[in-house]
């Protein structure tokens, strides 16, 4: 499952943004995540 971090700042309604987080990921070390 993947987590989501949605920022919490005025914006235009036809702008939108967020964040994944690095757990669960694939990349190898040293950019991997416990």
Known sequence: MTS???????QPDNIGACSTL?????SL??????
Do not use: A, E, K
Request: charged share 15%; hydrophobic share 20%.
């Open 22 to 26: 690095r757990t669960g990921g694939v």
């Open 4 to 10: 989501l971090i949605y920022p919490d700042w005025p």
């Open 29 to 34: 070390p040293p950019y991997d995540s416990p």
